[in-house]
């Protein structure tokens, strides 16, 4: 439990939490466990006990199964909590959708290609326009794979050296003139 806490292993901070409260719950049925029994041998030996060590053994079971009730129900009520906020969170995830499905289209691609799209600019203008593009389709689409002849060139940025081919189905082209800003 203390590993978790630490090193924090998740990428997600809610699969954090979860885990977090799994793991103390798990944590505390064992510690209420070992009460019960504790007060289960202590019962056992009722008899070769004096009245000081019965009293010092000895323990609610109830109060002891109410404890390990509380710890399970805990842990499953911040498993509920997590679930609801990661199912409204998908929600109001906005997706580029199928008419036709109501679903969020396939993007296969052929092998030996490794871009769905390919964007590109002129070099002296609308490189920030293509950028907020790509930005803009990888959050409606985060399985599609996006080239953006700024990003994706890598640290060459001559675009004659680029060992890249058209392998792509679609081109969009920024031209954005003077009079179009």
Known sequence: MLLIAIAQP???????????????????????????????????????????????????????????T?????????????????IIEAARKPLIKLKSTKSVPALPLRSGHKWHMFLSHVWSSGQDQCANIKRQLTRLMPESSIFLDVSDYGIN?????????????????????????
């Open 157 to 181: 940025l001559n675009p004659c050296t680029c060992s890249c081919r058209p392998t792509v189905i679609p081109r969009v082209s920024c031209r954005l003139d003077r009079w179009m800003i």
């Open 70 to 86: 509380v710890s399970i129900v805990g842990a499953l009520v911040v498993a509920a909590v997590m679930a609801v906020s990661q």
């Open 10 to 68: 998740y990428k997600n901070v809610g699969d954090d939490i979860f885990a977090k409260a799994c793991n103390f719950s798990l944590s505390s049925l064992f510690l209420f466990c070992v009460v019960l029994k504790v007060g289960e041998l202590t019962e056992e030996v009722d008899g070769q006990i004096n009245e000081q060590l019965r009293s010092r053994f000895g323990v609610d079971a109830v109060l002891i199964s109410a404890g390990m």
